[in-house]
């Protein structure tokens, strides 16, 4: 697929215009290491003191702004940041490289201590690869047009009469008839099916994933927009996205209980305002 801004999205996601599993992936457990020290004098980095990050070549807006991940400007590269302040890093300890998507994933050695590319936790990979513990639960999004009925729309209040639909079998289209509030939803066999009504005003909107929702406002429907995103609600399935490790690496724990911690000060939904709701124009509907 033609990378364009925002376009990373469709790896991360798993895209290709079909729906995320109502299954939900597991977050990473910490390694058994958990006893390990997380002071930076004792983490053993690629490096001693710095620690090497990884994104992708290029990194795509709303994660990486402008490209250039040493800005701290995006979300993963401010997520990045705010994680090796955690452990002692300051912004001159920290080394930035670049990777495939693909070859992050594959089993081997590794030339960096992090990689932030939107990777889905899932069993699967963790095979081959760690996890830490999630840095960002995804969130359904509505995706629309300019002008239709409900490009406007600032609550949830004001969709539940909107024509939405979404794939079948998704967690999106368990989102969407909770949103309709018992008015049908139109149930389409994948996204591209979705796409289609949509862009010939069959409905107002598609509900998906907001890495999908970033995608297919940027590249497949014209004068595309993000109506808002929904909060996760309680218990729901949903994909989460961690800090990817070498396979056993010994700073898997640490990375997680850093992340664990800026999830409870709530520097990680801070952040996510910032970086994937007011700067990307993905609001959260109330």
């Known amino acids: 697929m033609n990378r364009a801004p925002l376009l990373a999205t469709v790896a991360v996601a798993g895209l290709a215009l079909t729906a995320c599993s109502t299954t939900a992936d597991t977050a990473a457990e910490p390694s058994a290491s958990a006893a390990v020290t997380c002071e930076k004098a004792t983490l053993a980095t690629q490096q001693p003191g710095t620690l090497v990050i990884a994104t992708g070549n290029p990194a795509y807006e709303p994660w990486v702004k402008d490209d250039d991940p040493e800005s701290g400007e995006g979300f993963e590269a401010a997520v990045a940041y705010a994680a090796a302040d955690q ?8 080394t930035w490289v670049r990777t495939t998507f693909d070859g992050a994933i594959a089993p081997g050695a590794k030339e960096f201590d992090w990689n932030l590319q939107q990777f889905s936790i899932t069993e699967d990979r963790e095979k081959a690869v760690d996890f830490s513990s999630s840095y960002y639960d995804v969130n359904q999004a509505i995706v629309s047009y300019a002008g239709s009925p409900i490009a406007k729309a600032t609550t ?10 979404a794939a079948v079998g998704s967690t999106s289209l368990d989102a969407a008839q909770q949103l309709a509030n018992g008015e049908d939803v139109s149930v389409f066999n994948d996204n591209a099916a979705a796409v289609s009504a949509l862009k010939n005003e069959q409905i107002d909107g598609i509900v998906v994933d907001l890495p ?15 109506v808002g995103q929904l909060p996760a609600a309680e218990g729901a399935a949903t994909d989460q996205f961690g800090i990817l490790l070498t396979n056993n690496s010994a700073l898997t724990a640490c990375t997680s209980e850093a992340l664990d911690e ?24 109330q």
Do not use: H, N
């Open 87 to 94: 452990l002692g890093y300051s912004p001159e300890d920290v």
């Open 262 to 285: 800026l999830r409870a000060d709530g520097t990680l939904g801070a952040l996510q305002e910032t970086w994937l709701a007011s700067e990307a124009g993905a609001p959260t509907l």
């Open 156 to 165: 949830q209040a004001e969709l539940e009469s909107a024509k939405l639909g």
């Open 212 to 226: 999908t929702a970033f995608y297919l406002a940027a590249a497949e429907i014209d004068d595309g927009v993000i």
